[in-house]
């Protein structure tokens, strides 16, 4: 099960360079993470500023 990120998402970027396989990009009106390729590390989640993201 992939992380995922909410609408609560900014777009602040804060989380993209914690990610160790690159699965997190900038969408169309917020970051997105790939799930095939997230591998449920949990790095990025603790850096978000307003908590959007979460264990899918
Ligand atoms: Fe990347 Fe880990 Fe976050 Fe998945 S849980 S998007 S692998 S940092």
């Given at each position: 099960m992939a992380y995922v990120i909410s609408?609560?998402?900014?777009?602040?970027?804060?989380?993209e360079g914690q990610c160790p396989v690159s699965a997190i990009s900038a969408g169309d009106s917020q970051y997105e993470i790939d799930a095939s390729t997230c591998?449920?590390?949990?790095?990025?989640?603790?850096?978000c500023p307003t908590g959007a993201i979460s264990q899918g």
């Open positions: 609408d609560a998402c900014v777009s602040c970027g804060s989380c591998i449920d590390c949990g790095s990025c989640a603790g850096v």
